[in-house]
Each structure stands twice: as C-alpha cells, then as structure tokens.
C-alpha cells in the first residue's frame, strides 16, 4: 500500500513504488479539515516533467465543492479569530518544525512534479558555484513560517494617550475573514507557505488553489498544518484552473487575495477581484537584469550569471534572464560560455544534475519558439540548449543552456518573459546606458549589479527601476522580515508579500477613540469635535 491515504509519496525509483495500488491517484481537496475526493468529471493529469509520466490527477473542483471550502473558512472564522494570537503563533512553531522533519519527501515531491534538481529543492551548493540560499525551494519554507511565529509584535496596534482632554486613541490590526491564495507551478511549497501561514496567524481563515501543475507539496504541507494543531476549516484547498480562480474572484465571502504568476493570469484576477471589492496582491511575470561593470571580480560574477540564469532551468520569477556587459567586460563571453557548456542537464533526481526540465511539453516549445525568433530577428547564437537528448529520459522536456548575444530590445525574446534557460547578453558602454536599457524594460522585480564600485553600485541602487535589487547578490530575494518587493509590471496591488506588508495586507486596520470622562452638564454642541 502507498503509505499515505492522500497522495502517493513513491516516486521512481522506491521499491515499494511497483507494488503501489494508488498509482496515479486522485489528489483531494481540503475541506473543514476532511481530505474529500472530488466528484468532478474533469481531471487533469499531474505529469513528472522528466519522464511524462503521470504522477497523480488533480480535479476541477465543481462549484458545489469550491463552495463548501468557503463556507467551512467562513465557519471557522469566528472562533478561529478569537484564538489568542499566542496560540496561532504556536501551532506555525510546530508547523516550522515538522517542516523539517519532512524536508527530504518535500524535496522529492518537488522533483518528481515540478522537476528541480533535488540539490536545488534541498537547498544544497550548486556544483561548488555560488548559490544565493534565498532561491531554493525548501530553506525558504521555515523562514517565513518562522516569520509568522512573531506575530503578536508584528501584529501590534499603535496607543496615543489623551490626545484630547481626556480622551484617547489606538489603532487595532484585524483579521479580514476568508482570504485566498492562487499559486504558480514554478515554487510549488515556497509560494503556498508565503500565502497561509502569515494570512492565518493574523486570524484569517483561508482557502489554497495550488497549481495544478504540481499539487503534491501543498497537500503534504495542508497534512503538517492539520499534524501542528491547525483546527479544521482553517486552511482549505481546492484544485482547478481558471473556473475555480474566476469563483475565488467573485464569492463575496472572499475579502482579500494573495496571487502569484503570469501577468496575463495575475491582471485578470487583479481587475475581477477588484471589481468585487476585494484587496489584491499579485507578483507576477519578470526579466531580470544584470548589470556587470568592468571593475568586478570575474569569477564570482560569472559564477553568480550562470547560477542565477540557468539554475531551475530559467524557472525562478527572480532568475537573472539578462546579462548588460558595460564596457571590457563584454570579453567575458567566452569564458562565460565555457563554463555553462560545462553544466549538466538530467532528471532532478539524477545525481550531479544542474538542470532539470521544464515543466511541460508546451512550456519547452515556446522556449524554442522564442529562441528561435531571437535568432530570426538578429541575435548571435552563442549556446543553442535545443534539440538536447538526456539518455535514459528521452520524452523529458529538456532545454540545455542557451545564451544569445547581440540583442536589441526589440526582439520578442527581449520583450517577453522566457522562463527558461536561456541567457540574453546586450552590452553598453557606460553605467548610464545599462541603466536606461534595464529601466526601459516593462517589468520591474529585480535587477543586480556586479562591481568593486561603490559609487557604481549606489548610482544603480539609486536609479535603477526595479523593486528588489542585487549589488553583487545575483537572486536578491528578501528574507522573510523584509517584504517582497516586486514593482512595474512585476506587481499589481500595493502591500506587497510578508514582512510589514504582509500583516497590513491580511489585516483591517481599526481606529478607537475612547472617553470615559464624566461629559454630563456641558449641554449639546453640534460643532465638530475638535482636539481642544
Ligand atoms: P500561471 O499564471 O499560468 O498560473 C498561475 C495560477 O493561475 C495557477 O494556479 C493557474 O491555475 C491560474 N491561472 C492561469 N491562467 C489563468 C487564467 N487565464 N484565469 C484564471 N486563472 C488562471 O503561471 P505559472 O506558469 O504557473 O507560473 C509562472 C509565472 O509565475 C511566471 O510568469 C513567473 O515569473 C511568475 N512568478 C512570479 C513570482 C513573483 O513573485 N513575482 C514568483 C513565482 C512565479
């Protein structure tokens, strides 16, 4: 027997994955705390990107189905909220414990769905070049849970006493009631854990929609949730594509929602939402810019370019899509070239792999598409990564390394977002015109720079247009008491992911002014109140 009642945890490779009677199995969703098979007709098969098999099928939660998860958030809320903030803040202390606990099955459902190398979903150094610890998909997971442990302070109203004769005000920081999340494929635990555990902790209840391109994570997670203490009905999932995300949208009960993805996904559900009221943050699509100075240090820059551009196969919002060479450093092609010919690409699970696949068919022929109309509108192949075959899985969706030089910010390789690895190279002569290259780019998530300057670095900090930005940090991903601070068309909304953004954005602010002077015998005044 598969040993979990939810979701087969054998992948390839376990022994007991040959005797497994629930192959394939149904993924549930998570209502008021019972794991519910769907009663839908429409199921979609979860695929392991490195092999095309099929690991599980997620359903498209029926309307009945999405209803009763709102509807067990909404009953849940009442007592819920009134839990003392202490006691939600030491169920996400379990919850950042058993995550440990079970990092190793997180890693591997990573891989198998998603198709990460196991080093990058465990966290683990990137063939000896620099990995930036933020970006991976596991170590990031506790730090926000970790986050949300502290948040009695975070959560704290502000007091002025007598700002009036006798009369004093504060303000109160309250849970909104239901709220949502709507997950991308490419961090399949990361992104649920920066959605529910800062929106419960606050008080809310909540509803998950993982991507359906990879499930797995989010389940085990709602089972570590449930094993922490989180009482039933707090966090519920339901699965699904646009129906489900366009019901999220509408319910009335749903005050706020949490969205990360595609700009073409995350501005529809902005505008649909919006138009019912409710508060919206969306991170959405990117490209990401290096800027490297012929002043920084050769080898650590190349590392972090390759690192940063191919690492997940291209697949990280915060990837490192661009590289503007400024002046000498334009030499450093070669070398550059040299050492991503030198990664290896193979399935995830695959010892000493670099690069897995890309999660799907579809996703590896707009890859080629878009390389091939970069090269049709004038870009220098420098490393064609199509057409690789990995032996041993020849149906994986495998793109090697590809770098392109001599692009304009015409081309559409340019202007859209690739998420593959696949490195653009332009070059500038001087800092001012790296800069106005990057900030004539529409997105705006993040953007680094590499030099021994720093009159160079504080000339980009200053004027460069993105929201999180890198000097000598190729993935500058902040950790959990910052916010994420995507901006441009990176972001829709205005309070961004976790840190201090992340509690106003899961909670009402409330104002109280109180008196409890005695006022009788000072007759009727219909003036204004005034301070005096
Ligand atoms: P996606 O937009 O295709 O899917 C995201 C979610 O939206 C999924 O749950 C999906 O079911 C739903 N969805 C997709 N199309 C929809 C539609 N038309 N109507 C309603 N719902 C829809 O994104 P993806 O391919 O899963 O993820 C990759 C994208 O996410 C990239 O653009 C990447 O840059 C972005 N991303 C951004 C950040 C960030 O923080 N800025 C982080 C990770 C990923």
Known sequence: RCPSPLHCRTSIGDPRRASCKHRNPRVRNLIGGAFVESQSKDWIDVVNPATQEVVSRVPMTTDEEFKAAVNAAKGAFPHWRNTPVTARQRIMLKLQELIRRDMDKLAL???????????????????????????TAVIVIPEVVEHACGMATLQMGEYISNVSNGIDTYSIREPLGVCAGICPFNFPAMIPLWMFPMSVTCGN????????????????L?????????????LNIVHGTNDVVNNICDD????????????????????RAAAKGKRVQSNMGAKNHAIIMPDASPDATLNSLIAAGFGAAGQRCMALSTAVFVGGSKSWEDELTR???ELKVNAGTEPGTDLGPVISRQAKDRISKLIQSGIESGARVVLDGRGIIVPGHEHGNFVGPTILADITGDMECYKEEIFGPVLLLMTADN????????NSNKYGNGASIFTTSGASARKFQTEIEA?????????PVPLPFFSFTGSKAS?????????????????????VTQQWKDTSGQGISLAMPTSH
């Not at 972001?491 to 104002?511: E, R, S």
């Open 252 to 271: 009335d009960d749903i005050k706020a929602i949490s969205f990360v993805g595609s700009n073409t996904a995350g501005m529809h559900i902005y505008a």
């Open 222 to 234: 709602a089972e570590l949730a449930i094993e922490a203490g989180l009482p039933d009905g707090v």
């Open 467 to 475: 929201g999180q930005v890198g000097i000598n940090v190729p993935i």
């Open 431 to 438: 800092l001012d015109e790296a800069i106005q290259i990057v």
């Open 339 to 341: 050492r991503a010919t």
């Open 109 to 135: 459902n990573i891989t198998t769905e998603q198709g990460k190398t196991l080093k990058d979903a465990q966290g683990d150094v990137f063939r000896g070049l620099e990995i930036d610890r933020y970006i």
């Open 491 to 511: 972001f829709a909304g205005d309070l961004n992911f976790y840190g201090k953004a992340g509690v106003q954005f899961n909670t009402q602010i409330k104002t």
């Open 205 to 220: 209840t909540f509803v998950l929609k993982p991507s359906e391109k990879d499930p797995g994570a989010s389940m085990m």
